[in-house]
């Protein structure tokens, strides 16, 4: 039977699978490790190292000849992934010694060593289930976590012990709470000291947040899980961070500042031990410094907004003679800064920081907004942009050398001193062909999606945006046109545009839907329609728009506010409440719900249930432990008392990453229905 391209592109994870990922390289600079499956319809992946020298790969370790059953991970490690947005099975994720004479991974909830020297992998007895082992720098012990205890075990497999236990079944050691994970990106919960004598350790009390619980209607017997949400305005979790010998010592930090709320991260190095924290507004981010001894603290950093301030991956971080790395915004513009002093130049804007290989920092930033380009910082050299091709650019690098991961509109490379690491993915059968605007006033960046072969007829739209602020969507990277290339070729003028409160346009930009963010949604995709009609001979008549998560909530906003313009609307996972959705996130855009409400009554969509006029599809995971189905179930709810016809598809199972099946085919199904298209 012919395969689909809207299942091919399920079952190839968007033609990701087969891509080497989670690279690192070895402290001298010689080897890559990374993982990568088999093939591009593989999902398990495997251990790899390349030589740099000859371009040799060797395998290190395969789930499968280890007898591991790659898809059985523990529900702790299944909520890592989850919240990684990782669909991948098999190896996870790994670690290694500074002397990179063990490797340690998680496979089929079992902890596995591997010696890269000699080929062997060694199965080590620890308490099973377990997530996020972690090699200590010094190669003789992995620290790891069973069922909310943090424990340690010997490389040699020896004395496996608990090193923090929790006092009650509300608290964990060694985690990542919710907020922390799904909206800091910081998914780790301890940290080693450079001289493996200790370990920084987050504890969470869990016992003031909300439980929420998630059932399956598609597995009746199974009960529903239970999960700590906090929703906006509700109570988080007690964070705090501790230092425990190996021992079993410890002492507890203390921050010395009563507004702090959340752990951001940890960073010990041989400078030290770094803490950044932020207050519940989260007007504040402030670095401390901690005596590991003693717990006390005192304050390296700080930086204030009346908004937010922003969290940038991949910093603090500190060069070899100890400066430190961080960034700032001073005049519109997201600079690096080094011991406090901005070293980019204005217009350049900080996306994230690699690290750093002696004095020389790696960092990705953006001058144009579609392209993102890896960067060195020196002191000797200034800034100096190391990509050239248009494209979403990022890097390591570690004793001079550094890996280029490039993906442009012609593909997706990963490149190490004149050698390639080998792609396995599928190669898509449909390229996808983008034409650039700037659109309108606001020079919205917006990407044009015409059907293969177009002659010039008069089109359809498809609206195609995500608009939310975790990410671009109208960027250089090939990968996010796969769907809407097909949808094009379908018939449809896709358009994808970014509009304001995206990144990589400047901190003024993200910060203009502070209190406000569903008009400004509105109005950018209007203003880019109109200036792609200018262009493009559409009917504006039969305008549809889709999208998932945030993309879904902007697609069941259009139809809802603006009926005028938007005919049609396929919403996945889409936030309908702002009180459902997390803390960290929500009240970082709207503020806290239980001092001024009304953002959240404003950009909600239950009080609009009454005024649909035009067809809308909504698609939410039953498992969504993100957007929880309560979104699309209290939307539906509200639409059914005001007589609102409308389409629900469930989706069994599936979490808030979309599901390895073809859902694109009953969008177009719908899509054409309601905008009469034959």
């Not at 001979?537 to 259009?558: F, N």
Request: aromatic letters at 8%; charged letters at 25%.
């Amino acid at each position: 039977m012919p395969v689909s391209y809207p299942g091919l592109l399920a079952r190839t994870q968007r033609f990701r699978l087969g891509r080497p990922t989670r690279l690192t390289l070895t402290p001298d600079g010689r080897r890559v490790l990374f993982l990568r499956s088999r093939g591009g319809e593989d999902p398990v992946r495997s251990l790899w190292q390349l030589d740099i020298e000859t371009g040799a790969e060797r395998l290190l370790a395969d789930p499968r000849t280890l007898g591991a059953e790659p898809d059985a991970p523990s529900a702790q490690e299944r909520i890592r992934r989850e919240r990684a947005r990782d669909q991948g099975s098999g190896i996870a994720a790994y670690s290694f010694d500074s002397a990179v004479r063990v490797i340690a991974c998680t496979l089929s909830q079992g902890l596995h060593v591997v010696g890269p020297r000699t080929g062997t992998v060694t199965e080590l007895p620890a308490r099973t289930p377990l997530t996020d082992a972690t090699v200590s720098p010094d190669g003789d012990l992995v620290a790891y976590v069973h069922e909310n205890e943090l424990r340690l075990i010997g490389t040699d497999g020896s004395d496996d012990r608990a090193l923090a236990s929790p006092e009650s079944p509300e608290v964990t050691y060694g985690l990542a709470e919710h907020v922390a994970a799904e909206s800091m990106e910081r998914l780790r919960g301890y940290w080693w000291s450079p001289d493996s004598a200790r370990l920084a350790v987050a504890r969470v009390d869990n016992a003031p947040v909300e439980v929420w619980y998630l059932s399956d209607p598609g597995n009746p017997a199974e009960p529903p899980t239970a999960q700590r949400y906090p929703a906006a305005g509700t109570d988080n979790a007690l964070v705090s961070l501790w230092v425990y010998a190996t021992g079993g010592e410890r002492v507890e930090v203390d921050f010395g500042w009563d507004d702090y709320e959340y752990l951001v991260d940890v960073v010990w190095d041989g400078h030290g031990l770094l803490a950044v924290l932020q207050n519940r507004p989260q007007t504040v981010l402030r670095i401390v410094a901690v005596d590991p001894d003693t717990g006390a603290s005192s304050v390296v950093a700080e930086s204030r907004d009346e908004a937010w301030t922003q969290i940038v991956p991949g910093v603090p971080v500190r060069t070899a003679s100890g400066a430190l790395v961080w960034t700032a915004d001073v005049d519109d513009t997201r600079h690096l800064t080094v011991d406090g002093k901005p070293v980019t130049p204005p217009g350049l804007q900080v996306s994230e920081v690699h690290g750093a290989d002696g004095e020389t920092v790696l960092f990705s930033a953006q001058e144009e907004p579609t392209e993102r380009h890896l960067w060195t910082w020196s002191p000797d050299d200034g800034a100096t942009r190391i990509t050239t091709a248009a494209g979403w650019h990022s890097g390591i690098r570690t004793a001079g050398t550094t890996v280029v991961n490039s993906a442009t509109l012609d593909g997706h490379t990963i490149t190490v001193s004149g050698r390639t690491v080998k792609d396995l993915s599928v190669r898509s059968p449909l390229v996808p062909s983008v034409k650039w605007m700037r659109a309108g006033e606001r020079e919205l960046r917006t990407a044009v999606v015409l059907p293969s072969g177009w002659a010039g007829e008069r089109l359809p739209v498809l609206m195609d945006p995500y608009g939310g602020a975790a990410m671009q969507k109208a960027v250089a990277d090939r990968d996010f046109y796969y769907a809407s290339q097909w949808f094009a070729d379908q018939g449809f003028c896709v358009i994808v545009a970014d509009g304001r409160g995206t990144p990589g346009r400047g901190p003024r930009w993200e910060r203009t839907i502070y209190g406000d963010k569903s008009t400004l949604l509105l109005e950018d995709q209007i203003a880019a329609l109109h200036a792609v009609a200018a262009e493009y001979p559409l009917d504006l008549t039969r305008v549809g728009i889709r999208g998932w998560s945030a993309g879904g909530y902007l697609a069941a906003l259009a139809v809802l506010r603006r009926p005028d313009v938007f005919h049609a609307a396929v919403a996945g996972a889409p936030v309908t409440d702002f009180l459902l959705y997390d803390t960290h996130w929500q009240e970082r855009f709207f503020g806290d719900p239980r001092i001024d409400p009304e953002p959240y009554r404003r950009g909600s969509l239950i009080d609009d249930a009454a005024g649909l006029s035009r067809p809308l599809m909504l698609i939410h995971g039953l498992r969504d432990d993100n957007v929880y189905p309560v979104h699309t179930m209290r939307l539906s709810a509200a639409l059914l008392a005001a007589a609102r016809p409308h389409t629900v598809l469930p989706l069994p199972g599936a979490s808030h990453i979309p599901p390895g099946t073809d859902l694109l085919t009953p969008e177009l199904i719908f899509l054409r229905d309601a905008l009469n298209i034959a």
